[in-house]
């Protein structure tokens, strides 16, 4: 037992000379061997070793099993450590499962402890139950690997091992063990798996159904493996970061690729965006393949308060905050310049400082190109010039023949999404627009050899 373990350990670098581990031990048979082989394991290689029990709190005798833990322990002489954490008020709390809270409980008290790795005692029968589960959860082929050697510092030295010849080590020993009650009933789906899938499994189907299904999760982690790199770079080539909570997609060179890898990297956007893939199901992902393929602007909202939307050729998946950042909506200022040389300033609600200034042009001057920065022609202003958003009406001319546009028009000839319309800024003079704000000036209010007077406007942020 012990050179099969020591074996997966060199095999996939678990443990160095030097590691802090915290080994998770539940009192159970395969957390119980685990203990026994990582104090063997630490004859050959030097590294500290503490114990970490977690009480759930769920069952009245789970106090026997913290003493029997914190028993073997003092036997030899690891540090134990017990945390009592109310499993079944944080599920409530969390609105998950009591399974999924337990998980959640451990790892955290496994991680109180700074360790360089964490040592569980997950197993074979464990990847093989895990791989069922997740068949009929419908995970895709990431649920087929079932659990890992390795998962960043977590570490499972026993992952080659079945639960039989766990327990038959430890009755070679005579070593005793706790039984978890709660392991011996059919309330949990996994319990359900272990207890009545499985048997009639090796009874019916094929006596060594839970071997052949845990190397099959082995032969599915390596195909995995190389497939994942195609979907990063297929990411690395679609996807675009726009905020901390938000990626852009882009619609056309997402849709050029092959339909795997479409929706891996709609999933790799769900666990970019933070949420992970926990709960995003072949649903989630197909609905949003399928607002890819929809013309104009429509929207979807998904689990973890994430909304897709999409405009155009890209689509934009955003975690949207119970209080949206405020937009222009509504925005309306009038610009009240006196003379020569006055000066006007504002603040919009997006966060953006608008000034502009009078000045008289000079000879040889250069006409600034920057989207942030223009210069118009005063002289040919006809009402009082107005900072606002659209109104019905509102037009630009587009060209040296003075050919008008309505602004409706040029948004959607240029793909401004019709989200965003209505809190863009406009310079106005009337309905005629003299410049649309980070877009193009009106061709009319252009800076000619006429010209006398220039109205000099800068934006930028606050």
Not at 62 to 87: M, N, Q, R, T, W
Not at 95 to 112: F, L
Not at 129 to 157: F, K, Y
Not at 230 to 243: L, M, N, Q
Request: negative net charge.
């Amino acid at each position: 037992m012990i050179d099969l373990m020591a074996e997966t350990i060199r095999q996939f670098n678990m443990i160095e000379e030097g590691d802090h581990v915290v080994a998770g031990i539940s009192g159970g048979a395969d957390s119980v061997c685990l203990l026994l082989n990582l104090v063997e394991y630490q004859k050959k290689v030097a590294f500290d070793l503490e114990v970490v029990h977690v009480n759930h709190l769920i069952r009245e005798d789970a106090s026997h099993d913290a003493s029997f833990v914190k028993g073997l322990c003092d036997k030899y002489d690891i540090p134990f450590y017990l945390h009592e954490i109310d499993v079944e008020a944080l599920a409530k709390e969390k609105h998950i499962s009591t399974e999924e809270a337990g998980r959640i409980a451990r790892y955290e008290a496994y991680r109180e402890h700074k360790p360089t790795k964490i040592a569980v005692g997950h197993h074979s029968s464990d990847v093989a139950e895990t791989v069922l589960l997740n068949m009929c959860r419908g995970t895709g082929i990431h649920g087929m690997v079932g659990v890992p050697a390795v998962s960043g510092d977590v570490i499972r030295p026993l992952i080659r091992l079945t639960r039989k010849e766990i327990e038959e080590y430890l009755d070679d020993l005579g070593q005793e063990y706790c039984t978890d009650s709660t392991n011996l009933t059919t309330d949990y789906t996994r319990n359900k798996i272990r207890l009545e899938v499985m048997p009639y499994l090796e009874k019916n189907i094929n006596s060594r159904a839970e071997s052949h299904i845990s190397d099959l999760a082995a032969d599915v982690r390596e195909a995995e493996e190389y497939l994942m790199t195609k979907v990063r770079e297929a990411y690395d080539r679609i996807v675009t970061c726009v905020s901390e909570n938000a990626l852009e997609i882009a619609v056309p060179s997402l849709k050029n690729e092959n339909i795997y890898i479409q929706k891996e990297v709609i999933l790799e956007v769900f666990g970019s965006l933070h949420v992970g893939r926990k709960d995003i199901g072949r649903i989630h992902v197909e609905s949003v393949l399928s607002l890819c393929d929809l013309q104009g602007e429509k929207s979807l909202d998904l689990p973890y308060g994430i909304r897709a939307l999409k405009q155009y050729d890209k689509l934009t998946m955003r975690i949207c905050k119970e209080a949206d950042e405020k937009d222009n909506s509504g925005f309306e200022e009038i610009i009240e310049l006196d003379d020569i040389n006055a000066e006007w300033e504002t603040a919009t609600d997006s966060g953006l400082k608008v000034r502009i200034s009078l000045a008289d042009r000079e000879e040889g001057s250069d006409i600034p190109s920057s989207e942030c920065t223009k210069w118009l022609d005063y002289g040919k202003i006809e009402c009082s010039p107005m900072l606002r958003t659209r109104r019905p009406g509102d037009y630009l001319t587009t060209d040296d023949q003075m050919h008008k546009k309505s602004l409706k028009d040029y948004f959607v000839d240029e793909k401004i999404p019709r989200s965003e319309r209505d809190s863009i800024l406009l310079l106005a003079d009337g309905s005629h627009i003299m410049w649309v704000l980070g877009h193009r000036i009106s061709s009319y209010y252009k800076i000619d050899e006429q010209t006398k007077r220039i109205m000099k406007i800068d934006i930028s942020e606050l």
